[in-house]
């Protein structure tokens, strides 16, 4: 069986619906015993922070209205009872025809997950607070700056830039960073031996 591996699928769903669907679907796996198949089920929202007459308010923003993104081993089983969850209308990438639908490639979920601070795959960095850093991609691609926080969790790092003359924190994903080269020697702390 090549196809047994767990990847990630887009299901379509009523848009303002998915949080619906997603309860009913993790119910569904509980109650038909399918967590060896169907794993993490996921809204790709985030909080957004608005201004209104004054006052801070945040919102949660769905980022793909009308989807779900589904982690899941695609077998007959795990399939029929995702296609058959009331308010699934389809799964993405499926010719029909009653063909299964191809998983999303691995660098988008991984950039969707990263973006919601979820991404699984750890990434190994070889700098530390207080190091200086080179950031790789995004609008803020070649700045260099100081690490003034890590959170190992989320994988992302505060870095410290200059912008228009101030110093000013900015949080980037640990893979869109790297050590800087000419600072290595520079400021590195001594190791003592014990």
């Known amino acids: 069986m090549s196809q047994m591996q767990k990847e990630w699928y887009v299901v379509n769903t009523y848009a303002g619906h998915e949080n619906k669907v997603k309860d009913n679907l993790q119910r569904r796996v509980e109650t038909m015993g399918l967590q060896d198949y169907l794993f993490r089920i996921m809204v790709a929202e985030e909080s957004e922070i608005e ?21 899941m081993i695609m077998t007959d089983e795990a399939w029929y009872i995702v296609r058959n969850t009331p308010g699934v209308t389809g799964f993405i990438g499926s010719s029909g025809g009653g063909a299964k639908p191809f998983p999303v490639a ?51 790092a505060t870095v410290l830039t200059t912008l228009f003359g101030r110093e000013t924190p900015t949080e980037i994903g640990f893979g869109d960073l790297e050590k800087s080269e000419f600072t290595d020697t520079l400021d590195a702390p001594k190791m003592e031996e014990e």
């Not at 769905?62 to 779900?68: I, R």
């Not at 070889?126 to 100081?146: K, W």
């Open 51 to 71: 201004y209104k007459n004054g006052k801070k308010v945040e919102k949660v923003k769905n980022l793909f209205p009308g989807y779900l993104f589904v982690e």
């Open 106 to 156: 691995e660098e988008e979920i991984d950039s969707i997950l990263r973006r919601l601070g979820m991404s699984e795959k750890r990434v190994n960095i070889d700098f530390e607070v207080g190091d200086h850093v080179r950031i790789l991609s995004g609008p803020f691609a070649n700045v260099e700056g100081t690490v003034e926080e890590l959170n190992h969790e989320t994988q992302v």
